[in-house]
């Protein structure tokens, strides 16, 4: 048996602490990747609840710590990245939906201006942290919010109609 000279048995170990090294991120990676995927999955039925808030919002720390586990733009994160951005945003839309349709059901049931523009308020403050974008064409009741928003915020900073386009109307039920 050859005796290993001292240049290849360091180029050994610094072969064998790369691979380790290599196996831990791609561990690390997948890992963090499984839990921000099953906190997307866990979602589950969206609605207007603390509970759905807390879902949604879970989902996200965990997927922005996907994202920062990899520092170059990967296939793989650039496939999954999308993937549980898409079901992110539907998800963040569906809440705010129902949200919506929440404060316009009270609304049409005569509930106090001071109740309205509290949650108006809340919806508003959601609504650009879920959608710094300003992109809030998936939001398909946005038009009636504006509209609330409108009557019972007239300082209220938003003065678009969302990517949707038109002017807002009169609330409706939806």
């Avoid at 807390?54 to 996907?66: G, L, P, R, S, T």
């Avoid at 949200?99 to 809340?122: P, Q």
């Avoid at 009741?141 to 209220?156: C, I, M, P, Q, V």
């Amino acid at each position: 048996m050859e005796k290993l000279s001292k240049g290849k048995l360091y180029f050994i170990i610094v072969a064998a602490i790369a691979f380790v090294a290599l196996i831990l991120v791609i561990t690390t990676s997948t890992i963090t990747y499984n839990n921000a995927k099953q906190a997307i999955e866990n979602i589950g039925v969206v609605g207007y609840s603390e509970k759905s808030k807390e879902k949604i919002d879970d989902a996200q720390y965990k997927f922005d710590q996907f994202e920062s586990t990899f520092g170059a733009s990967t296939t793989f994160k650039v496939v999954n990245k999308n993937v549980g951005e898409e079901n992110l945003q539907k998800a963040k839309a569906a809440y705010l939906e129902a949200a919506i349709r929440d404060v316009n059901n009270k609304y049409l049931a005569g509930a106090s201006e001071e109740e309205i523009k509290a949650e108006v308020k809340t919806i508003r403050e959601t609504i650009d942290a879920y959608f710094a974008n300003k992109d809030y064409s998936l939001i398909s009741n946005y038009a009636t919010f504006t509209s609330l928003e409108s009557k019972y915020n007239s300082g209220a900073t938003s003065n678009d109609s969302g990517s949707q386009g038109g002017a807002a109307e009169e609330p409706e039920i939806c």
